[in-house]
């Protein structure tokens, strides 16, 4: 029964981080940089609590955490759309 439960965490988890991104990129959220950060922190535990239940497969916990590191390092270089439209409008005023 582990291997089935590990086959669904597998396929599931990108997948939802896939979906994710896609949503961001065709607009339909706009999460800030924080929630991005969070996300990732949050696949990172994921990805340890994999490692610790499924010890015969370390290396698929140490994916999961390593989709959560990406996430969180993109997430780190995401501007939200709110400080875009601050940083618009400070460049319109000056003008």
Known sequence: MGSFALIC???LTPLVVA???GCVLLDFIN???LQVQL???IIILFGIIVLL???DSPGF????????LITGIL????????AKQEKDD???EEQ
């Open 9 to 11: 965490l597998i396929v």
């Open 19 to 21: 979906i994710f991104y």
């Open 31 to 33: 999460p800030s940089a």
């Open 39 to 41: 996300l990732g922190v």
């Open 53 to 55: 239940a499924f010890k």
């Open 61 to 68: 916990g140490f994916t999961f955490g390593l989709i959560g």
């Open 75 to 82: 997430g780190s270089f995401r501007e939200s759309q709110v």
């Open 90 to 92: 400070l460049t319109n």
